[in-house]
């Protein structure tokens, strides 16, 4: 599966942004979907996840309450609502694929098998 994140770009704290991911290549309806972000210096990381089902929604605790993550399986697309956004939020951010269709559970990191080229988010204060 081929995965094209868009929407990133240069937002003053407190604003807001949304992440497109659409996906092609594989049958989107049947896997579950995550971003993830990788900052400057550091390490990647979860930032939200959503099931195959769409029924169950998982968050980093840094970005609860703020960020949405939904899906619109018509459009093979995942998208990620970012609101109140901080500076400590700026970072490229991935999408990615579990390799694994219908799974029960939510998957380990190491589980995504495709993954986008990212797209860069940076927070001004």
């Known amino acids: 599966v081929q995965l094209q994140a868009s929407g990133g770009g240069l937002v003053q704290a407190g604003g807001s942004l949304r992440l497109s991911c659409a996906a092609s290549g594989r049958t989107f309806s049947v896997y579950n979907m995550a971003w993830f972000r990788q900052a400057p210096g550091k390490e990647r990381e979860f930032v939200a996840g959503?099931?195959?089902?769409?029924?169950?929604?998982y968050y980093a605790d840094s970005v609860q309450g703020r960020f949405t993550i939904s899906r619109e399986n018509a459009k093979n697309t995942v998208f990620l609502q970012m609101n109140s956004l901080k500076p400590e939020d700026t970072a490229l951010y991935y999408c990615?694929?579990?390799?694994?269709?219908?799974?029960?559970?939510?998957?380990?990191?190491?589980?995504?098998?495709?993954w986008g080229q990212g797209t860069l988010v940076t927070v001004s204060s």
């Open positions: 990615a694929v579990d390799s694994l269709p219908y799974r029960g559970g939510w998957p380990k990191e190491g589980d995504f098998g495709s």
């Open positions: 959503i099931t195959w089902t769409g029924v169950h929604k």
